[in-house]
Protein backbone atom coordinates (compact mmCIF):
# COMPACT_ATOMS: atom_id res chain seq x y z
CA UNK A 1 0.00 0.00 0.00
CA UNK A 2 2.64 2.45 0.98
CA UNK A 3 4.80 1.78 -2.15
CA UNK A 4 1.57 2.41 -4.38
CA UNK A 5 0.90 5.75 -2.45
CA UNK A 6 4.62 6.53 -3.40
CA UNK A 7 4.40 5.43 -7.09
CA UNK A 8 1.36 7.53 -7.53
CA UNK A 9 3.26 10.55 -5.53
CA UNK A 10 6.21 10.17 -8.09
CA UNK A 11 3.54 9.90 -10.78
CA UNK A 12 2.19 13.03 -10.08
CA UNK A 13 5.59 14.46 -9.47
CA UNK A 14 6.43 13.92 -13.18
CA UNK A 15 3.51 14.99 -14.47
CA UNK A 16 3.68 17.99 -12.73
CA UNK A 17 6.82 18.64 -14.29
CA UNK A 18 6.19 17.65 -17.75
CA UNK A 19 3.28 20.18 -17.67
CA UNK A 20 5.21 22.63 -16.41
CA UNK A 21 7.93 21.76 -19.18
CA UNK A 22 5.42 21.57 -21.78
CA UNK A 23 3.89 24.77 -20.61
CA UNK A 24 7.35 26.21 -21.27
CA UNK A 25 7.83 24.82 -24.48
CA UNK A 26 4.50 26.66 -25.50
CA UNK A 27 5.55 30.35 -24.24
CA UNK A 28 8.97 30.09 -25.79
CA UNK A 29 7.58 29.07 -29.22
CA UNK A 30 4.90 31.97 -28.55
CA UNK A 31 7.77 34.15 -28.35
CA UNK A 32 9.95 33.09 -30.87
CA UNK A 33 6.79 32.75 -33.42
CA UNK A 34 6.20 36.63 -32.54
CA UNK A 35 9.54 37.73 -32.78
CA UNK A 36 9.63 36.08 -36.27
CA UNK A 37 6.24 37.33 -37.59
CA UNK A 38 7.08 41.13 -36.34
CA UNK A 39 10.31 40.41 -38.06
CA UNK A 40 9.91 42.37 -41.21
CA UNK A 41 10.36 40.74 -44.30
CA UNK A 42 12.88 42.53 -46.13
CA UNK A 43 13.55 45.91 -45.01
CA UNK A 44 15.73 47.99 -47.39
CA UNK A 45 18.30 50.23 -46.89
CA UNK A 46 17.47 52.70 -49.86
CA UNK A 47 20.13 54.17 -52.06
CA UNK A 48 20.44 57.54 -53.23
CA UNK A 49 18.14 58.56 -56.26
CA UNK A 50 19.00 61.78 -57.75
CA UNK A 51 16.86 64.50 -58.58
CA UNK A 52 17.79 67.83 -60.17
CA UNK A 53 17.26 70.81 -58.81
CA UNK A 54 15.89 73.93 -60.22
CA UNK A 55 18.63 76.20 -61.37
CA UNK A 56 16.85 79.38 -59.38
CA UNK A 57 17.21 77.39 -56.22
CA UNK A 58 20.67 77.38 -55.94
CA UNK A 59 22.19 79.93 -53.40
CA UNK A 60 24.66 82.27 -54.94
CA UNK A 61 25.90 82.63 -51.52
CA UNK A 62 24.07 81.38 -48.13
CA UNK A 63 21.42 78.93 -47.56
CA UNK A 64 18.29 77.74 -49.52
CA UNK A 65 15.49 75.57 -48.97
CA UNK A 66 14.75 73.78 -51.85
CA UNK A 67 11.72 71.19 -52.20
CA UNK A 68 12.22 68.16 -54.06
CA UNK A 69 8.93 67.02 -55.62
CA UNK A 70 9.37 62.96 -55.75
CA UNK A 71 6.86 62.31 -58.49
CA UNK A 72 6.15 58.37 -58.58
CA UNK A 73 5.32 58.50 -55.03
CA UNK A 74 3.29 62.48 -55.05
CA UNK A 75 5.29 63.50 -52.08
CA UNK A 76 7.42 66.25 -51.65
CA UNK A 77 10.90 66.67 -49.89
CA UNK A 78 12.73 69.41 -48.07
CA UNK A 79 16.79 69.61 -48.29
CA UNK A 80 18.66 72.48 -47.56
CA UNK A 81 21.38 73.84 -50.08
CA UNK A 82 24.51 75.88 -48.74
CA UNK A 83 26.53 77.39 -50.57
CA UNK A 84 30.24 78.88 -48.88
CA UNK A 85 33.86 79.50 -49.91
CA UNK A 86 32.43 78.21 -53.39
CA UNK A 87 31.25 75.23 -52.18
CA UNK A 88 28.18 73.30 -52.74
CA UNK A 89 26.90 71.02 -49.87
CA UNK A 90 23.38 69.89 -49.67
CA UNK A 91 22.17 68.92 -45.94
CA UNK A 92 19.26 66.34 -45.19
CA UNK A 93 16.91 67.92 -42.84
CA UNK A 94 16.73 65.26 -40.41
CA UNK A 95 18.11 66.28 -36.72
CA UNK A 96 20.74 63.98 -35.90
CA UNK A 97 19.35 63.59 -32.26
CA UNK A 98 15.66 62.26 -32.50
CA UNK A 99 14.81 62.26 -36.39
CA UNK A 100 12.65 65.81 -36.35
CA UNK A 101 13.81 68.09 -39.49
CA UNK A 102 15.54 71.26 -38.65
CA UNK A 103 14.50 74.80 -39.94
CA UNK A 104 16.54 77.58 -40.96
CA UNK A 105 16.88 80.41 -38.22
CA UNK A 106 17.61 83.49 -41.11
CA UNK A 107 18.79 85.38 -38.30
CA UNK A 108 20.95 83.38 -36.23
CA UNK A 109 22.10 82.06 -39.34
CA UNK A 110 22.05 78.13 -38.08
CA UNK A 111 19.70 75.45 -38.25
CA UNK A 112 17.01 75.12 -35.51
CA UNK A 113 15.20 71.55 -34.89
CA UNK A 114 11.65 72.30 -33.40
CA UNK A 115 11.47 69.59 -31.11
CA UNK A 116 14.28 70.12 -28.28
CA UNK A 117 16.30 73.37 -29.52
CA UNK A 118 19.55 71.84 -30.95
CA UNK A 119 21.54 74.03 -33.66
CA UNK A 120 23.80 73.84 -35.72
CA UNK A 121 25.81 76.35 -38.19
CA UNK A 122 25.59 76.59 -41.50
CA UNK A 123 28.49 74.37 -42.29
CA UNK A 124 25.94 71.52 -40.77
CA UNK A 125 28.29 71.32 -37.13
CA UNK A 126 26.03 70.82 -34.02
CA UNK A 127 26.44 73.83 -31.58
CA UNK A 128 23.72 73.92 -29.04
CA UNK A 129 21.04 71.64 -28.06
CA UNK A 130 21.31 67.65 -26.99
CA UNK A 131 22.59 66.87 -30.64
CA UNK A 132 26.33 66.01 -31.33
CA UNK A 133 26.85 64.75 -34.96
CA UNK A 134 26.86 67.26 -37.85
CA UNK A 135 23.75 66.93 -40.68
CA UNK A 136 24.04 64.25 -42.33
CA UNK A 137 25.55 65.72 -46.04
CA UNK A 138 23.79 64.45 -49.20
CA UNK A 139 25.43 63.65 -52.52
CA UNK A 140 25.78 66.10 -55.08
CA UNK A 141 26.59 65.49 -58.80
CA UNK A 142 26.68 68.07 -61.28
CA UNK A 143 26.13 66.94 -64.94
CA UNK A 144 26.07 69.20 -68.08
CA UNK A 145 26.17 72.16 -65.55
CA UNK A 146 22.82 70.82 -63.80
CA UNK A 147 22.60 70.14 -60.14
CA UNK A 148 21.28 66.62 -58.89
CA UNK A 149 21.46 66.05 -55.02
CA UNK A 150 20.82 61.97 -53.85
CA UNK A 151 17.77 61.22 -51.55
CA UNK A 152 17.18 58.53 -50.14
CA UNK A 153 13.16 57.58 -50.32
CA UNK B 1 -26.15 50.94 10.60
CA UNK B 2 -23.41 49.22 8.45
CA UNK B 3 -23.32 50.11 4.97
CA UNK B 4 -23.75 47.26 2.58
CA UNK B 5 -22.64 46.44 -0.78
CA UNK B 6 -25.82 46.21 -1.91
CA UNK B 7 -27.92 48.17 -2.34
CA UNK B 8 -25.80 50.90 -0.53
CA UNK B 9 -22.10 50.89 -2.30
CA UNK B 10 -23.49 49.32 -5.20
CA UNK B 11 -25.97 52.61 -6.18
CA UNK B 12 -22.81 54.89 -5.19
CA UNK B 13 -20.25 52.96 -7.64
CA UNK B 14 -23.39 53.15 -10.50
CA UNK B 15 -24.11 56.88 -9.74
CA UNK B 16 -20.04 57.80 -10.40
CA UNK B 17 -20.21 55.69 -13.76
CA UNK B 18 -22.62 57.87 -14.54
CA UNK B 19 -21.41 60.44 -13.80
CA UNK B 20 -18.05 59.85 -15.64
CA UNK B 21 -20.06 58.87 -18.47
CA UNK B 22 -21.54 62.71 -18.60
CA UNK B 23 -18.18 63.91 -18.24
CA UNK B 24 -16.84 62.06 -20.99
CA UNK B 25 -19.76 63.11 -23.25
CA UNK B 26 -19.65 66.85 -22.00
CA UNK B 27 -16.03 66.57 -23.00
CA UNK B 28 -16.54 65.28 -26.21
CA UNK B 29 -19.15 67.73 -26.87
CA UNK B 30 -17.33 70.74 -25.91
CA UNK B 31 -13.95 69.67 -27.49
CA UNK B 32 -14.40 68.07 -29.99
CA UNK B 33 -11.24 66.70 -31.37
CA UNK B 34 -9.42 68.35 -34.55
CA UNK B 35 -8.39 66.95 -37.69
CA UNK B 36 -4.84 67.36 -37.93
CA UNK B 37 -2.54 69.14 -40.71
CA UNK B 38 -2.05 66.13 -43.30
CA UNK B 39 2.00 64.76 -43.27
CA UNK B 40 4.32 66.72 -45.23
CA UNK B 41 7.83 66.97 -45.62
CA UNK B 42 7.90 70.29 -46.70
CA UNK B 43 7.12 73.18 -44.00
CA UNK B 44 8.32 73.61 -40.88
CA UNK B 45 6.29 71.81 -37.40
CA UNK B 46 6.49 72.01 -34.22
CA UNK B 47 5.96 68.37 -32.81
CA UNK B 48 4.60 67.86 -29.33
CA UNK B 49 3.48 64.93 -27.85
CA UNK B 50 0.25 64.24 -25.78
CA UNK B 51 0.04 65.96 -22.90
CA UNK B 52 0.89 62.56 -20.77
CA UNK B 53 4.26 62.10 -22.81
CA UNK B 54 5.18 65.51 -22.20
CA UNK B 55 7.61 64.83 -19.09
CA UNK B 56 9.27 61.87 -21.37
CA UNK B 57 10.24 64.52 -24.34
CA UNK B 58 11.16 66.86 -22.12
CA UNK B 59 13.62 64.76 -20.08
CA UNK B 60 15.29 63.95 -23.73
CA UNK B 61 15.97 67.41 -24.08
CA UNK B 62 18.75 66.89 -21.23
CA UNK B 63 20.60 63.35 -22.94
CA UNK B 64 22.20 64.24 -26.28
CA UNK B 65 22.15 61.80 -29.77
CA UNK B 66 24.40 59.32 -28.11
CA UNK B 67 22.72 59.14 -24.34
CA UNK B 68 19.07 59.04 -25.29
CA UNK B 69 18.41 55.74 -24.16
CA UNK B 70 19.25 57.37 -20.80
CA UNK B 71 16.76 59.24 -20.73
CA UNK B 72 14.22 57.43 -22.87
CA UNK B 73 14.20 54.40 -21.74
CA UNK B 74 16.25 54.15 -18.57
CA UNK B 75 15.00 56.11 -16.21
CA UNK B 76 11.19 55.44 -17.29
CA UNK B 77 12.36 51.89 -16.67
CA UNK B 78 14.01 52.98 -13.20
CA UNK B 79 10.79 54.72 -12.43
CA UNK B 80 8.80 51.53 -13.20
CA UNK B 81 10.87 49.13 -11.37
CA UNK B 82 10.64 51.52 -8.22
CA UNK B 83 6.93 51.27 -8.55
CA UNK B 84 6.32 47.61 -9.16
CA UNK B 85 8.76 46.97 -6.01
CA UNK B 86 7.24 49.28 -3.91
CA UNK B 87 5.74 46.71 -1.89
CA UNK B 88 8.99 45.60 -0.58
CA UNK B 89 10.85 48.84 -0.70
CA UNK B 90 7.58 49.75 2.00
CA UNK B 91 9.22 46.98 4.24
CA UNK B 92 12.63 47.95 3.44
CA UNK B 93 12.78 51.72 4.38
CA UNK B 94 9.28 52.32 5.93
CA UNK B 95 5.91 53.91 4.19
CA UNK B 96 7.52 57.59 5.56
CA UNK B 97 10.37 57.39 2.93
CA UNK B 98 8.89 55.49 0.11
CA UNK B 99 6.13 58.05 0.39
CA UNK B 100 8.59 60.80 -0.20
CA UNK B 101 10.49 59.18 -2.72
CA UNK B 102 7.29 58.73 -4.69
CA UNK B 103 6.17 62.63 -4.04
CA UNK B 104 9.43 63.70 -5.05
CA UNK B 105 8.99 61.86 -8.79
CA UNK B 106 5.36 62.88 -8.96
CA UNK B 107 6.35 66.48 -8.34
CA UNK B 108 8.91 66.05 -11.26
CA UNK B 109 6.78 64.78 -13.59
CA UNK B 110 4.59 67.55 -13.12
CA UNK B 111 6.75 70.22 -13.38
CA UNK B 112 8.22 68.45 -16.53
CA UNK B 113 4.82 68.28 -17.86
CA UNK B 114 4.29 72.11 -16.75
CA UNK B 115 7.72 73.40 -18.47
CA UNK B 116 7.35 71.62 -21.74
CA UNK B 117 3.55 72.10 -21.82
CA UNK B 118 4.15 75.92 -21.35
CA UNK B 119 7.27 76.32 -23.70
CA UNK C 1 -37.91 36.38 -16.73
CA UNK C 2 -37.91 32.62 -17.33
CA UNK C 3 -35.68 32.48 -19.96
CA UNK C 4 -32.63 34.49 -18.04
CA UNK C 5 -33.28 32.22 -15.34
CA UNK C 6 -32.71 29.49 -18.24
CA UNK C 7 -29.63 31.08 -19.23
CA UNK C 8 -28.46 31.36 -15.70
CA UNK C 9 -29.48 27.73 -15.06
CA UNK C 10 -27.51 26.25 -17.71
CA UNK C 11 -24.51 27.97 -17.29
CA UNK C 12 -24.42 27.75 -13.51
CA UNK C 13 -24.30 31.01 -12.25
CA UNK C 14 -27.67 30.87 -9.98
CA UNK C 15 -25.50 31.84 -7.19
CA UNK C 16 -23.12 34.51 -9.08
CA UNK C 17 -25.17 37.15 -7.26
CA UNK C 18 -23.19 35.74 -4.04
CA UNK C 19 -19.67 36.68 -5.56
CA UNK C 20 -20.43 40.03 -6.55
CA UNK C 21 -23.20 41.07 -3.81
CA UNK C 22 -22.61 39.57 -0.73
CA UNK C 23 -18.60 41.06 -0.04
CA UNK C 24 -17.45 42.74 2.87
CA UNK C 25 -17.39 46.45 2.47
CA UNK C 26 -15.32 47.73 5.56
CA UNK C 27 -16.60 50.91 7.67
CA UNK C 28 -14.86 54.14 6.88
CA UNK C 29 -13.70 53.88 3.08
CA UNK C 30 -14.47 57.13 1.24
CA UNK C 31 -15.11 58.40 -1.86
CA UNK C 32 -11.45 58.45 -3.10
CA UNK C 33 -12.28 54.48 -3.72
CA UNK C 34 -14.27 55.38 -6.49
CA UNK C 35 -11.79 55.96 -9.17
CA UNK C 36 -10.87 52.37 -9.47
CA UNK C 37 -14.71 52.17 -11.15
CA UNK C 38 -13.88 55.64 -12.59
CA UNK C 39 -11.03 53.66 -14.39
CA UNK C 40 -12.65 51.00 -15.69
CA UNK C 41 -16.12 53.19 -16.87
CA UNK C 42 -13.46 55.30 -18.72
CA UNK C 43 -11.91 52.08 -20.53
CA UNK C 44 -15.48 50.83 -21.51
CA UNK C 45 -16.25 54.21 -23.06
CA UNK C 46 -12.98 53.66 -24.98
CA UNK C 47 -13.27 50.15 -26.04
CA UNK C 48 -16.60 50.67 -27.15
CA UNK C 49 -15.96 53.97 -29.21
CA UNK C 50 -12.94 51.80 -30.27
CA UNK C 51 -14.83 48.89 -31.88
CA UNK C 52 -17.78 51.90 -33.58
CA UNK C 53 -14.50 53.55 -35.07
CA UNK C 54 -12.51 50.64 -36.13
CA UNK C 55 -15.84 49.71 -38.53
CA UNK C 56 -14.93 53.10 -40.33
CA UNK C 57 -11.26 53.18 -40.06
CA UNK C 58 -8.64 51.98 -42.99
CA UNK C 59 -5.35 51.40 -41.72
CA UNK C 60 -3.18 52.07 -44.61
CA UNK C 61 -0.91 54.54 -46.02
CA UNK C 62 -2.97 55.97 -48.60
CA UNK C 63 -6.49 55.91 -47.04
CA UNK C 64 -5.78 56.54 -43.24
CA UNK C 65 -5.83 60.38 -43.09
CA UNK C 66 -8.96 60.29 -45.92
CA UNK C 67 -11.01 57.90 -43.44
CA UNK C 68 -10.31 60.07 -40.61
CA UNK C 69 -12.15 62.79 -42.36
CA UNK C 70 -14.46 60.50 -43.67
CA UNK C 71 -15.41 59.42 -39.84
CA UNK C 72 -15.37 63.63 -38.42
CA UNK C 73 -17.37 64.87 -41.79
CA UNK C 74 -19.43 61.93 -43.15
CA UNK C 75 -20.07 59.25 -40.79
CA UNK C 76 -23.72 59.57 -38.64
CA UNK C 77 -22.39 60.85 -34.82
CA UNK C 78 -18.23 60.02 -36.19
CA UNK C 79 -17.41 63.39 -34.65
CA UNK C 80 -18.83 62.64 -31.56
CA UNK C 81 -17.46 58.91 -31.07
CA UNK C 82 -13.99 59.79 -32.33
CA UNK C 83 -14.63 62.58 -29.32
CA UNK C 84 -15.32 60.16 -26.78
CA UNK C 85 -12.60 57.81 -27.80
CA UNK C 86 -10.30 60.52 -27.03
CA UNK C 87 -11.47 61.70 -23.62
CA UNK C 88 -12.33 58.68 -22.14
CA UNK C 89 -8.41 57.97 -22.77
CA UNK C 90 -7.64 61.15 -21.58
CA UNK C 91 -9.99 60.03 -18.18
CA UNK C 92 -8.58 56.95 -18.03
CA UNK C 93 -5.13 58.39 -17.45
CA UNK C 94 -6.08 60.81 -14.96
CA UNK C 95 -8.13 58.48 -12.91
CA UNK C 96 -5.73 55.64 -13.24
CA UNK C 97 -3.02 57.70 -11.65
CA UNK C 98 -5.81 59.15 -8.86
CA UNK C 99 -6.56 55.50 -8.18
CA UNK C 100 -2.90 54.42 -7.64
CA UNK C 101 -1.87 57.19 -5.65
CA UNK C 102 -4.89 56.45 -3.19
CA UNK C 103 -3.82 52.78 -2.73
CA UNK C 104 -0.09 54.33 -2.04
CA UNK C 105 -1.77 56.54 0.78
CA UNK C 106 -4.04 54.14 2.20
CA UNK C 107 -1.04 51.17 2.17
CA UNK C 108 -3.32 48.87 0.16
CA UNK C 109 -0.70 47.68 -1.73
CA UNK C 110 0.72 45.80 1.67
CA UNK C 111 0.49 42.13 1.70
CA UNK C 112 -1.43 39.99 1.01
CA UNK C 113 -2.20 42.51 -1.97
CA UNK C 114 1.39 43.18 -3.69
CA UNK C 115 0.32 41.16 -6.76
CA UNK C 116 -2.29 42.76 -6.99
CA UNK C 117 -0.57 46.64 -7.12
CA UNK C 118 2.08 44.89 -9.74
CA UNK C 119 -0.99 43.86 -12.07
CA UNK C 120 -1.92 46.96 -11.43
CA UNK C 121 1.04 48.75 -12.45
CA UNK C 122 1.66 46.66 -15.81
CA UNK C 123 -1.99 47.82 -16.79
CA UNK C 124 -0.89 50.94 -16.72
CA UNK C 125 2.12 50.57 -18.95
CA UNK C 126 -0.32 49.32 -20.93
CA UNK C 127 -2.90 51.69 -20.96
CA UNK C 128 0.20 54.24 -21.64
CA UNK C 129 1.46 51.49 -24.75
CA UNK C 130 -1.95 51.65 -25.77
CA UNK C 131 -2.29 55.65 -26.18
CA UNK C 132 1.67 55.74 -27.98
CA UNK C 133 0.30 53.27 -30.80
CA UNK C 134 -2.71 54.93 -31.12
CA UNK C 135 -1.38 58.23 -31.66
CA UNK C 136 -0.11 56.90 -34.98
CA UNK C 137 -3.74 55.66 -36.81
CA UNK C 138 -4.21 59.53 -37.25
CA UNK C 139 -1.80 59.60 -40.10
CA UNK C 140 -1.13 63.65 -39.31
CA UNK C 141 1.49 65.68 -38.37
CA UNK C 142 1.78 65.01 -35.12
CA UNK C 143 1.02 61.56 -35.26
CA UNK C 144 3.70 61.06 -37.56
CA UNK C 145 6.22 63.03 -35.73
CA UNK C 146 5.34 61.64 -32.61
CA UNK C 147 6.24 57.96 -34.09
CA UNK C 148 9.89 58.89 -35.60
CA UNK C 149 11.01 60.48 -31.93
CA UNK C 150 9.12 57.46 -30.42
CA UNK C 151 10.57 55.10 -32.16
CA UNK C 152 13.91 56.65 -32.55
CA UNK C 153 14.17 56.69 -28.53
CA UNK C 154 13.86 52.42 -28.97
CA UNK C 155 16.41 52.74 -31.88
CA UNK C 156 19.16 54.37 -29.45
CA UNK C 157 19.56 51.46 -27.58
CA UNK C 158 23.10 49.75 -28.04
CA UNK C 159 23.77 47.15 -29.83
CA UNK C 160 20.48 45.96 -30.22
CA UNK C 161 18.73 49.02 -31.29
CA UNK C 162 18.51 48.39 -34.76
CA UNK C 163 16.74 45.52 -34.69
CA UNK C 164 14.11 46.59 -31.93
CA UNK C 165 13.96 49.75 -34.64
CA UNK C 166 13.00 47.14 -37.52
CA UNK C 167 10.50 45.27 -35.57
CA UNK C 168 8.96 48.19 -34.02
CA UNK C 169 8.58 50.17 -37.65
CA UNK C 170 8.66 47.01 -39.83
CA UNK C 171 11.60 49.10 -41.96
CA UNK C 172 14.33 51.64 -41.68
CA UNK C 173 11.41 54.70 -41.72
CA UNK C 174 7.97 55.09 -40.50
CA UNK C 175 6.24 54.00 -43.26
CA UNK C 176 2.45 52.40 -43.75
CA UNK C 177 4.16 49.18 -42.77
CA UNK C 178 4.79 50.73 -39.24
CA UNK C 179 0.68 51.76 -39.61
CA UNK C 180 -0.89 48.20 -39.98
CA UNK C 181 2.01 47.18 -36.95
CA UNK C 182 0.68 49.48 -34.69
CA UNK C 183 -3.16 49.64 -35.61
CA UNK C 184 -2.87 45.55 -35.11
CA UNK C 185 -1.38 46.05 -31.55
CA UNK C 186 -3.77 49.54 -30.92
CA UNK C 187 -6.98 46.93 -31.36
CA UNK C 188 -5.53 43.55 -30.97
CA UNK C 189 -2.61 42.49 -28.76
CA UNK C 190 -2.83 45.63 -26.07
CA UNK C 191 -6.41 45.29 -25.50
CA UNK C 192 -5.94 41.46 -25.22
CA UNK C 193 -2.96 41.63 -22.67
CA UNK C 194 -5.15 44.24 -20.71
CA UNK C 195 -8.43 41.79 -20.31
CA UNK C 196 -5.83 39.01 -19.16
CA UNK C 197 -4.27 41.85 -16.46
CA UNK C 198 -7.75 43.32 -15.52
CA UNK C 199 -9.50 39.59 -14.37
CA UNK C 200 -6.43 39.17 -12.80
CA UNK C 201 -6.42 42.66 -10.80
CA UNK C 202 -10.90 41.80 -10.30
CA UNK C 203 -10.22 38.28 -9.29
CA UNK C 204 -7.55 39.56 -6.29
CA UNK C 205 -9.84 42.18 -5.07
CA UNK C 206 -12.66 40.23 -5.26
CA UNK C 207 -10.81 37.18 -3.40
CA UNK C 208 -8.70 39.51 -0.79
CA UNK C 209 -11.55 41.89 -0.28
CA UNK C 210 -10.76 45.85 -0.14
CA UNK C 211 -8.19 46.33 2.37
CA UNK C 212 -9.54 47.92 5.77
CA UNK C 213 -9.00 52.11 6.14
CA UNK C 214 -6.79 53.05 8.06
Known sequence: ?153 | MKKKFYPDYLVEILFFAIITFELILILAFVFPPQIGKEIDFLGSYKPRPEWYYLWLFFLLRFFPADTVFIGGILIPLVVLSFLIFIPWIDKKIGWRLTALIAFAILVLLIVATLIEGLL | MSIIDWFLDRFRLKTLHRGIFDRDIPEGINYFYCFGGIAFTALLVCIISGLFLSVHYIPSEKEAYQSIIKIHEEVYLGKLIRGLHKWSANVLIVSIVIHSIRVFITKSYRPPRELNWIVGVLIFVVVMLESFTGYLLLWDQKAYWATVVGTNIAGSIPIIGETVLLLIRGDYEVTGKTLIRFYSLHILWFPLIMMILLWAHFHMIKRLGISKPL
Not at chain 1, 54 to 79: A, C, T, W, Y
Request: hydrophobic share 40%.
Open chain 1, 1 to 153: MLTDRKVGEERRFFLKKLFNFLFFLASISFTLLGLIVFKPSNPKRRDYIFYSVPEDRIPNEGVKKVDIKIENLSKSFKIFLVKKDNSLIAFSPACTHLGCFVNFDINSMEFVCPCHGGRYDIEGKAVAGPPKDPLNRLPIKIENKKVYVGIKI
